[in-house]
């Protein structure tokens, strides 16, 4: 046992040198994200996270917001719905963030805003296009992605451009791919479109070929296929093996076609992709200096140029976030709900202003993305018909 005078002199010293840290985490905004970083969606949660990275960077390098450096929480959700349930509660619970970006997929998403509505925390989802995810009486959600309705009335503009008559799916049994493939048929359907047949796959799975086989034998002159982009390279590459005539196009905006034209080769040719920024053209974008820099940065970090095309969205939610805090001119959930509604925030995908979905008083936030379309070509991407 020490004496009592040296005990107490012990613990101020322990207490002095905590200090310190205590007061660095007290001068710091945290800002939750909610990802997947490992399991089957890996590659498309990092390159979100690292976008939010590079925008947290610059805001921290021009002095931060309110007076502070925003500091990045980043967790983990491993592809799955229930640790991004976990993760969600820890943000929230143990490392006390008033504001969470998440969760990529539509499920993850889904799973999390119960978290949100039982502890009163603003979640901007990046990524996740289910309809439900806006139309649900969430009011701590507010969405930087297009919906797959969206998506899909952006693309009914080019569908007799296009030429086409039947069209099959091909589907990551979830509720973005389930999303999607009910949006494109109903908006095909009202083109005047056949519908043919409606497959699915697990998120991790590898060999798709009885699915194609089937499709392959439909009579079908184009296929939509929804899931992310390692999956989307192993679809193309078996397309091919097996002879399938029908043009692929992709929905969801997690193609990374650079990523594809490296790994699936001449298989990526003539394969068509919905995506929500082209950093090959950045030029074309609303905000052409802002894409440029983005663009640049991103190279800069040594990142891989082919997750530019879903890092931007990383980017902007941090942007978007930062920008409410900044009107809350607070770091707190409820004062960060409000502001959100009054962002006018200049993004790399364009304007980010949110308009109201979902039942009267309980409505979440939604943006009106631009929606593009690309084309692989000769092992190139081309210009956006769309």
Do not use: C
Not at 55 to 80: M, P
């Amino acid at each position: 046992m020490f004496p009592s005078r040296l005990r107490a002199g012990l613990l101020y010293g322990i207490a002095l040198a905590l200090l310190p840290a205590f007061a660095n985490a007290a001068d710091t905004i945290k800002i939750g994200v909610n990802e997947p970083l490992t399991g089957a969606v890996a590659a498309s949660g990092n390159y979100v996270t690292n976008g939010a990275k590079i925008a947290a960077e610059e805001i921290n390098a021009k002095g931060g917001v309110l007076g502070k450096k925003i500091e990045l929480v980043i967790q983990d959700n491993k592809s799955n719905p229930t640790e991004a349930t976990a993760v969600a509660e820890k943000l929230i619970v143990g490392d006390k963030v008033p504001v969470m970006m998440g969760a990529w997929s539509s499920t993850y998403t889904l799973a999390v805003m119960p978290k949100l509505m039982e502890y009163k925390v603003p979640m901007v989802v990046e990524t996740s296009s289910s309809d439900k995810i806006t139309v649900s009486g969430n009011p701590y959600i507010f969405r930087i992605a297009p919906t797959s309705g969206m998506e899909a009335k952006a693309f009914g503009d080019v569908v007799k451009k296009l030429h086409i008559k039947k069209a099959d799916f091909l589907v990551v049994n979830n509720d973005w791919g389930r999303g999607a493939a009910e949006a494109f048929s109903a908006m095909l359907k009202a083109n005047g479109v056949q519908i043919g047949d409606r497959e699915i796959m697990d998120a991790s799975a590898q060999d798709m070929s009885a699915q194609l086989s089937k499709i392959k034998d439909s009579g079908a002159d184009t296929l939509f296929v929804t899931t992310e982009v390692g999956q989307i390279t192993l679809i193309l590459k078996q397309a091919k093996s097996l002879g399938l005539k029908q043009r692929v196009i992709t929905t969801g905006g997690s193609s990374s076609p650079d990523q594809l034209i490296a790994q699936a080769g001449d298989a990526a040719n003539g394969s068509y992709h919905i995506l929500f920024f082209e950093p090959w053209f950045p030029n074309k974008m609303k905000y052409p200096k802002i894409a440029e820099s983005f663009v640049a940065d991103w190279k800069k970090r040594g990142y891989d140029p082919a997750g530019l095309t879903e890092g931007f969205r990383g980017h902007d939610g941090i942007e978007t976030i930062v920008a409410a805090i900044k009107i809350a001119g607070k770091a707190e959930p409820a004062a960060i709900t409000k502001a959100l509604w009054e962002v006018d925030v200049k993004g790399i995908n364009g304007e980010i202003k949110f308009i109201k979905q979902g039942p009267a008083g309980k409505e979440s936030g939604q943006v009106v993305p631009k929606i593009y379309l690309i084309e692989i070509k000769n092992g190139k991407v081309e210009m956006p018909t769309m």
